[in-house]
T-cell receptor, first 113, second 112 residues
Framework: EAQVTQNPRYLITVTGKKLTVTCSQN?????MSWYRQDPGLGLRQIYY???????DKGDVPEGYKVSRKEKRNFPLILESPSPNQTSLYFC????????????FGSGTRLTVV | AQSVTQPDIHITVSEGASLELRCNYS??????LFWYVQSPGQGLQLLLK??????LVQGIKGFEAEFKRSQSSFNLRKPSVHWSDAAEYFC??????????FGAGTILRVKS
């Protein structure tokens, strides 16, 4: 089944403790992206990647890092999480930069205390 | 900069009644427009999209949307709502760099 898999689904952590949210897609998509969803704000793009080793900032990149060493994986790294990063995170992929046919993962609900 | 406005935070309709969710966008060129649905605890599912051509777009689950350039709108409609349609709905516009710019969402409640 074609899908985007995120792990974990739920995570509670403490301020300052580094964490990684994994994202993997099995559709050979070039383009991958991370969004965060907050009430009243919709989804905002954090980072995106147009292909292996090519990443760029979205609208809200502060406090986050990403890497794209393999085409299928696009982990989101929070080096020193803070409470304002408590949010619902979505990974998404699409076939190419010109293709807006996103497939979204099921989301990761992160709570930073 | 591109932006999307969904004026209604919450909408409640009776089961079997018609539905219209509003969406207004700001974009300089011909927009790529989308509607997504998010059921509780789930990811986003694409309902329909508009790239060009016929301004009335049919989607899944009986939804349709109409692109009106003069009003910068892309409203979502369904003639008869089912209880399973209760969810949050997001309108989005495709921006440069393959980014989707989302509205704040509209929560649909369906009363029986």
């Amino acid at each position: 089944e074609a899908q985007v898999t995120q792990n974990p689904r739920y995570l509670i952590t403490v301020t300052g403790k580094k964490l990684t949210v994994t994202c993997s897609q099995n559709m050979n998509h070039e383009y991958m992206s991370w969004y965060r969803q907050d009430p009243g704000l919709g989804l905002r793009q954090i980072y995106y990647s147009m292909n292996v080793e090519v990443t760029d900032k979205g609208d809200v990149p502060e406090g986050y890092k990403v890497s794209r060493k393999e085409k299928r994986n696009f982990p989101l790294i929070l080096e020193s999480p803070s409470p304002n990063q408590t949010s619902l995170y979505f990974c998404a992929s699409s076939l190419s930069r010109q293709n807006y046919g996103y497939t979204f993962g099921s989301g990761t609900r992160l709570t930073v205390v | 900069a591109q932006s999307v406005t969904q004026p209604d935070i919450h909408i409640t309709v009776s089961e079997g009644a018609s539905l219209e969710l509003r969406c207004n966008y700001s974009y300089g060129a011909t927009p790529y427009l989308f509607w997504y649905v998010q059921s509780p605890g789930q990811g986003l599912q694409l309902l329909l999209k508009y790239f060009s051509g016929d301004t009335l777009v049919q989607g899944i689950k009986g939804f349709e949307a109409e692109f009106k350039r003069s009003q910068s709108s892309f409203n979502l409609r369904k003639p008869s709502v089912h209880w399973s349609d209760a969810a949050e709905y997001f309108c989005a516009v495709g921006a440069s760099g393959n980014k989707l710019v989302f509205g704040a969402g509209t929560i649909l409640r369906v009363k029986s």
